[in-house]
């Protein structure tokens, strides 16, 4: 009902104001490309959250480490580190989350890229990984931000069947 009235009181303004028809067009245009934003908006919004890997590569206790420590799921970060860290996290050696230490880049936002895989050729339980973290993060002169990137190598072993983390790295 609040619908009719309304078009009702537009009919009678765009009657006394005599709008010609391109400019009518053009209103229509600019109506139908805000209804899209705000649809194209709200949808982006509801994003699903990055989910964890399952595929049998070097890569993958990485990726879902890096995933895990940025969600503060330790739980499952613990599951991607192999048996020889976890001893030394709980050991006087040993830091970071796998302790109970935090770090946080505050606001920033970050994205870890897989460079490269290098098997062991020695020993095909032995892979070592290179990843590259591009940090985003906003403020600076003129809210201009700031953008750099960390590059490390990986060390990971094949445990119990599944590649696992063989180093403390924490992706600060």
């Known amino acids: ?58 890569e993958t206790p990485i990726y879902n480490a890096f995933l895990a420590l940025r969600q503060g799921d330790i739980a499952m970060a613990r599951t991607q580190y192999s048996a020889q860290v976890l001893k030394e996290a709980a050991s006087d050696t040993g830091y970071g989350p796998l302790r109970g230490e935090t770090f946080t880049y505050g606001d920033s936002a970050r994205r870890l890229r897989v460079t490269g895989v290098r098997p062991d050729p020695q020993d095909a339980n032995r892979a070592y990984v290179t990843v590259a973290i591009d940090t985003y993060t906003t403020g600076g002169l003129f809210n201009s931000g700031d953008t750099w990137t960390s590059e490390r190598t990986v060390e990971v072993i094949r445990e119990d069947g599944v590649w696992k983390i063989n180093a403390q790295e924490y992706f600060y």
Request: proline share 3%.
């Open 1 to 58: 009902m609040l619908l009719l009235i309304s078009y009702l009181n537009l009919r009678e303004v765009l009657v006394k104001i005599r709008i010609d028809r391109f400019t009518l067009v053009i209103l229509a245009i600019v109506g139908l490309l805000i209804v899209a934003a705000v649809i194209t908006v709200s949808q982006s919004s509801n994003a699903t959250p990055d989910a964890y890997r399952t595929e049998d590569a070097p």
